[in-house]
């Protein structure tokens, strides 16, 4: 196992990664030997240019908080060995530049590749981190290298940045990169001959480079020639694997990438086996869609019809996008697939074609499998799936419905990785469905927050699917029913689980997991900042603060394991869970391995956890839960399932914990003003809430499929029916909607990224694509057009690029936030209005607004080029940054971060700013 070798676990492939790195050595080219690089194409400088380093706080980046923007940027200095900048943590005080040489670098015909350790040994972090824990190691600094292109013509090249947040090549400015190496949508380049300035921003993040190894930042540039205008961003098809000679289910995917400087039209997808001729312009594409039997998913069909002039998908120029398709198996035995696609470019009538192939994975159906669905955000993602054994003796009815059993991965790793599928493979005969889910990405999206969990929900709502698609006898599912565990950020997603989802947890068993990211790595060392506005950011992650939540586990059997000599996910995270438990009023049976670090190879599978897994799996008890007393703690009504039937639908304040207390029919609130009630578990009784006294019975509207009913407080006083709004007309915030900016990340079908077409809003709206790709694996339709009118149809959540002029109108008549040509006015939660003029300033500003049917639009405003691109930034990507549901930069943030905020808040559920913002 290569764990111990290299120290740290936690990011477990991640450091695969970097403990390979002896086997660059074969294609290392010495330093000071480059003659035969003379013709390479693309090669990368040996020497690189370093400046800092400087503090920075834990995901604090997004924010800006770059000292160096007070004088002028990075990019704006030229290298000088004798200049000084004041810094908080070297000797002195003093920052400086220095050079050093690329650890290795490497050329052939096709690529180049630079790879970077930087170090500092005139810092005591080994002191700094007795003050500040692990905080302190994570400081920031920039390099500058070069990149050389040769020959006579531009070259389209694909930038790779691992481990880089944030890099400029010459004069343009890329933010997002690819923070945890996923290399899932690297830049698009197209560079003249010479030589290009490449500056890199390093930042130190614990999380992803460990906080007990030397603190040197490790970052990797690789340039790659296009092959062709087309490219697959990732070898093969997306696919479920062959179990017992059938496809496990029926969708596959593809990952393009438009390497070109035109968009491109996928006009269709057919297996390379029965493809027919297809000239245009006789066929319109809408039936060379609908000619194939494989055409694209529902999804990507309805994008397609509601955006003007679209004839399939269009992939702008530098873009990638995931395709998902309908994908079957021909009637005889293969042992591979191959797929054809046809294009062509937007301002062209010819049609090309690429074909992909993917070889089959033909396994046991007993055996943990790669199955395919499509996430709610319109892509293909897969989790494995182990059904029940065949020997497994479960139940006594006639066909019982068995719960399902998830293992959530680590950061870093694949599901389909041995280490997390075959984890189980010692308790083979479990009374349960048997799941890894990704969360889409290695990093499970958003550490199984928002989009991660989403997949995880999207995943067990398939197993119906494939039950019906490979003809499955066996035992059925109950997919309402779960026992989840995972290890590391596997295990605070079993925490999320079991706080959010309390009415559909069984059992759970939490291993060597963080409390929240605050108490993995704390968040010392920000910018100093008013407490107020820290109070808005710290606020806006109340969702994901899991040590806040434990009342919500109450009732539920939770099997905790911790490795006590974890040197990577301290033990201190699970010592204090299972104390806020039992301080709750809840237990949970804690189990600290003697002698063992992060990770060992029977991690999953104790003595302790096989017993937990056999009793639990076997469990007969009702769920839901019906509890005589228990308390529900909610962050973000948005994000959170019922406990014990009853579910919150709207907080006061949604920047303030809400709680509901329930003691037999008295229920007492606090920051709630609407609830819903399960009448299955309160059947038709008087409820006392908050002094008011309600009936639960008939004639109350309830809510179709789950018959649930609403109650809700207006004027103090609780009774039936949702919140009115104080004035009709105006649409009030709920479901999909609430929550602080990640609630964006709550979209049903592709993104839609708008813009007017500018050359800068461009590049943005490219970057955002980008970077919603790269960290979500998400699809996004850019659609560019000169005028605001119908971009917002659709069932995708919006994006708004928009640059020194004023919005489109909202559908909310009086929305808080206006901007125009001259600046932004924000509306306090008292009426007064503040104007934020940008005559002699640039300001961006990033904020929510309605769209109909719980939709979203995520406003992005700049009065210039570079307010905007601040504005950018703040696009959910990384978790932890705290994005409340409107902010306002000035230039200052750049390097102040939070505090040069000029407003920042959320918005109530009428829409309003509400008293807790900062707005002055
Ligand atoms: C450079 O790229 C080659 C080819 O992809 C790869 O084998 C090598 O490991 C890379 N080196 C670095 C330092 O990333
Ligand atoms: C300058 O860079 C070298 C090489 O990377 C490194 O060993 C040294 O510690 C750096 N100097 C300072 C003051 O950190
Ligand atoms: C580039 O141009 C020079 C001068 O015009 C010519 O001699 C050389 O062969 C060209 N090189 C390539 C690779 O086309
Ligand atoms: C697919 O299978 C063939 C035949 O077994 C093998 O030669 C080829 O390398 C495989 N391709 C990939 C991408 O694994
Ligand atoms: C089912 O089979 C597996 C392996 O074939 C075996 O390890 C297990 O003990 C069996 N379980 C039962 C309940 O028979
Ligand atoms: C659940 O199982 C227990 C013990 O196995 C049994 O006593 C109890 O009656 C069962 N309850 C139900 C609802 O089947
Ligand atoms: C936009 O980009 C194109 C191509 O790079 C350039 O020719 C043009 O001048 C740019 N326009 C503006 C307004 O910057």
């Not at 981190?129 to 920039?142: E, F």
Request: with cysteine; net charge negative; charged share 15%.
């Amino acid at each position: 196992m290569f764990i111990p070798i290299c120290g740290v676990a936690f990011v477990l492939c991640f450091w695969v990664v970097l403990c390979d790195t002896s086997q660059y050595g074969r294609v290392m080219v010495p330093l000071g030997h480059r003659q035969e690089l003379e013709h390479a194409p693309l090669s990368f400088s040996g020497s690189w240019k370093v400046l800092g380093p400087f503090q920075i706080g834990t995901r604090e980046a997004t924010w800006g908080a770059d000292p160096l923007e007070y004088v002028g940027g990075f990019r704006a200095l030229q290298y000088d060995p004798d200049a000084l900048f004041r810094s908080s943590l070297p000797t002195n005080g003093m920052a400086r530049w220095n050079t050093t040489q690329a650890t290795q670098t490497s050329t052939s015909p096709t690529y180049a590749n630079a790879s970077l350790s930087i170090s500092y040994s005139n810092v005591d972090w080994d002191f700094l981190k007795v003050v500040y824990g692990w905080a302190a190691v994570q400081y920031q600094a920039w390099a500058r290298g070069e990149l050389t292109v040769r020959g006579n013509s531009t070259q389209s090249v694909i930038l790779s940045t691992d481990a880089i947040l944030e890099f400029w090549v010459d004069e343009a400015h890329y933010f997002g990169g690819d923070f945890f190496t996923f290399r899932k949508a690297p830049a698009v380049l197209h560079l003249n001959p010479g030589t290009h300035k490449i500056d890199i921003r390093l930042v130190r993040d614990v999380r992803a480079f460990g906080g007990i190894l030397p603190p040197t930042i490790d970052v990797v540039v690789h340039a790659e020639r296009a092959t062709s205008i087309l490219e697959l961003a990732m070898p093969g098809i997306l696919m479920s694997d062959v179990v017992d000679g059938k496809l496990a289910a029926p969708v596959g995917s593809v990952m393009l990438r438009n390497s070109g400087e035109n968009d491109i039209k996928i006009m269709g997808i057919e297996p390379s086996d029965v493809r027919h001729p297809i000239s245009l312009p006789e066929l319109d594409s809408q039936e060379i869609l609908a000619q194939g039997s494989r055409v694209l998913t529902a999804a990507q069909r309805n994008e397609s019809s509601s955006s003007e002039n679209d004839l399939g998908i269009v992939i702008a120029a530098g873009q990638t996008r995931p395709v998902a398709f309908d994908i079957s198996l021909p009637t005889r035995n293969v042992s591979s697939v191959e797929y054809v696609l046809t294009y062509k470019t937007a301002d062209g009538n010819d049609l090309s074609s690429l074909h992909v192939w993917q070889n089959l994975t033909k396994t046991s159906i007993y055996e943990p499998h790669k199955i395919t669905y499509l996430h709610p955000g319109g892509m293909a993602s897969y989790a494995m799936l182990r059904p029940p054994a065949r020997n497994a003796t479960c139940g006594s009815g006639q066909k019982p419905s068995l719960p399902v059993l998830f293992g959530l991965h680590g950061a870093g790793l694949e599901a389909d990785n041995g280490m997390v599928a075959h984890a189980l493979d010692s308790v083979p005969d479990l009374c349960a469905w048997v799941m890894f889910p990704t969360g889409v990405t290695p990093w499970s999206g958003d550490d199984w927050h928002n989009w991660g969990f989403a997949d995880v929900e999207a995943a067990v709502n398939s197993i119906p699917n494939w039950i019906n698609q490979v003809d499955w006898k066996g035992p059925g599912v109950n997919v309402n029913r779960w026992i989840v565990s995972g290890h590391s950020n596997g295990g605070q997603g079993t925490w999320y689980a079991l706080t959010h989802r309390p009415d559909k947890i069984l059992a759970a068993a939490p291993l060597s997991g963080y409390a929240s990211i605050q108490k993995y790595v704390p968040y010392e060392l920000w910018q100093p900042a008013d407490p107020r506005r820290t109070a808005v950011i710290s606020a806006s992650l109340n969702s994901y603060r899991h040590e806040m939540l434990m009342p919500n586990a109450r009732g539920i059997p939770v099997q905790q394991q911790h490795g006590e000599m974890d040197d990577n996910v301290p033990a201190y995270n699970s010592r204090l869970l299972a104390q806020q438990l039992f301080l709750s009023g809840t237990d949970s049976s804690y189990n600290e391995v003697p002698g063992q670090n992060h990770w060992w190879d029977t991690v999953m599978t104790t003595p302790e956890l096989v017993d937990f897994y056999y009793t639990q799996t076997k469990s007969n008890e009702t769920i839901p839960r019906k509890l005589d007393e228990f308390e529900l703690v909610v962050g973000d009504p948005g994000d959170m399932g019922s406990k014990g039937g009853i579910k919150v639908l709207l907080l006061e304040d949604p920047g303030q914990y809400g709680r509901v207390h329930a003691k037999g029919h008295t229920i007492t609130t606090s920051n709630v003003l609407s609830l819903e009630f399960d009448p299955i578990i309160f059947q038709s009784q008087v409820l006392s809430i908050d002094d008011s006294s309600v009936i639960l019975g008939h004639g109350l509207r309830k809510r179709e499929h789950t018959g649930s009913v609403t109650f809700s407080k207006s004027e103090g006083k609780w009774s039936p029916g949702p919140l009115a709004t104080a004035e009709a007309g105006i649409p009030y915030r709920q479901g999909r909607q609430l929550g602080s900016m990640t609630a964006i990340l709550r979209t049903q079908g592709p993104f839609v990224i708008r813009h007017k077409g500018s050359n800068i809003t461009s590049h943005l709206a490219l970057q955002v694509s980008r970077n919603l790709h790269q960290y979500f694996q998400a699809d996004a339709h850019i659609a560019s057009s000169t005028s605001w009118d119908g971009t917002t149809g659709g069932t995708g959540n919006v994006i708004t690029l928009a640059m020194g002029e004023a919005l489109a109108p909202s559908i909310h008549p009086d929305f808080p936030i206006q901007a125009s040509s001259t600046g932004i006015t924000v509306r306090d939660s008292k009426g007064a209005q503040h104007h934020y003029n940008s005559d002699d300033t640039s300001l961006g500003a990033a904020f929510l607004r309605p769209l109909e049917d719980e939709r979203l639009e995520l406003v992005l405003w700049g009065s210039d080029a570079d307010g905007l691109s601040q504005a950018a930034r703040l696009v959910p990507m990384v978790t932890g940054v705290g994005q409340p549901d409107f902010v306002l930069l000035g230039e200052k943030a750049k390097w102040e971060g939070v505090d040069g905020a000029l407003a920042l808040g959320s918005f109530d559920y009428e829409w309003k700013v509400t008293p807790s913002s900062v707005v002055s």
